[in-house]
């Protein structure tokens, strides 16, 4: 992705704190700020907090500027809990960062049509390998969801001219930090709405989500494609049948990931994803904790 990797590693400002439990380690990407104080002093855990960037203005016009990111994601290659939420941060009047490489020298570049260029993609798609890798040995992933967003962007030099000469298109996008959530495997539309059902099956994780799923709201929908159907557990439904939430249940290892829409009161519900959720679909991460309710199910 980059010339020279670029090191997302730098702590992303939070106070000192010693963890009561060194595991599981949990990173909450773009995630509101006091959350990481909450679930540190409310469960002990060894939790971190990053971001993947923010998109920032460009004037609007058919060229193409450098995608230039900056980004901080600690110590993300041992995450075993990884909670991301898609939502961008504000747009900032620029980009925040600087661009890697000489013009003439290949790098990322996106088109202004729009007037903005997010550069998440370019951050997901670095540490893609590192996640995946997470994820096949039993990694636990949340992902408060957004649509899939499209940007025309490509890999590019400038030439002696002066004129920007393209090698090829990369097909990135905001779900780009697992390659099992592309478009080949999962295809995601923008949906809008507040009303969200449960199926009425007695089970726990169902239970669970009629508990928290007041003041929620969704804006996207997902369908597995041939190639994620049976590892695709839906959990919530929009009043027209749309699936709003699910769970991906990994063929070859105890890895999951969790889609959810946008709940309130992110805090409280991430604290409980910790305590209640994720302890008993993936009791390994949790040495600490004994008892599986769920396990058996499946799940």
């Not at 699910?246 to 910790?274: A, F, T, Y």
Request: glycine share 6%.
């Amino acid at each position: 992705m980059w010339k020279k990797k670029k090191d997302f590693e730098n702590e992303y400002p939070s106070r000192k704190f010693t963890p009561k439990y060194q595991k599981p380690k949990t990173l909450l990407i773009d995630i509101p700020h006091e959350c990481l104080d909450y679930v540190q002093q409310s469960t002990g855990y060894n939790a971190l907090a990053g971001t993947f960037g923010s998109p920032y203005k460009v004037d609007i016009g058919d060229n193409s500027q450098p995608v230039i990111a900056k980004a901080s994601i600690p110590n993300y290659a041992e995450q075993e809990i990884i909670i991301i939420d898609l939502t961008p941060l504000t747009t900032t009047d620029g980009p925040q960062g600087e661009k890697m490489v000489s013009k003439g020298e290949l790098d990322w570049w996106a088109k202004c049509s729009h007037g903005e260029i997010d550069p998440r993609p370019r951050v997901m798609f670095n540490v893609q390998n590192a996640f995946d890798r997470i994820l096949y040995h039993g990694g636990f992933f949340v992902i408060f969801a957004q649509p899939r967003l499209f940007q025309n962007i490509y890999l590019g030099k400038v030439s002696s001219y002066g004129s920007l000469e393209i090698e090829k298109k990369i097909s990135v996008d905001n779900w780009s930090f697992l390659s099992i959530l592309s478009h080949e495997y999962l295809k995601i539309r923008a949906d809008f709405g507040h009303e969200i059902n449960v199926p009425e099956d007695d089970y726990q994780i169902f239970h669970f989500f009629r508990k928290i799923i007041n003041d929620a709201k969704y804006e996207a929908t997902f369908e597995p494609s041939y190639r994620l159907t049976k590892n695709w557990l839906p959990l919530l439904n929009n009043k027209f049948g749309g699936c709003i939430g699910g769970l991906i249940v990994s063929d070859d290892s105890k890895g999951r990931i969790l889609i959810l829409p946008q709940l309130s009161k992110k805090s409280e519900i991430i604290l409980n994803l910790l305590r209640e959720l994720i302890p008993d679909i993936s009791p390994h991460l949790f040495p600490h904790i004994e008892g599986l309710r769920w396990v058996e199910r499946g799940i």
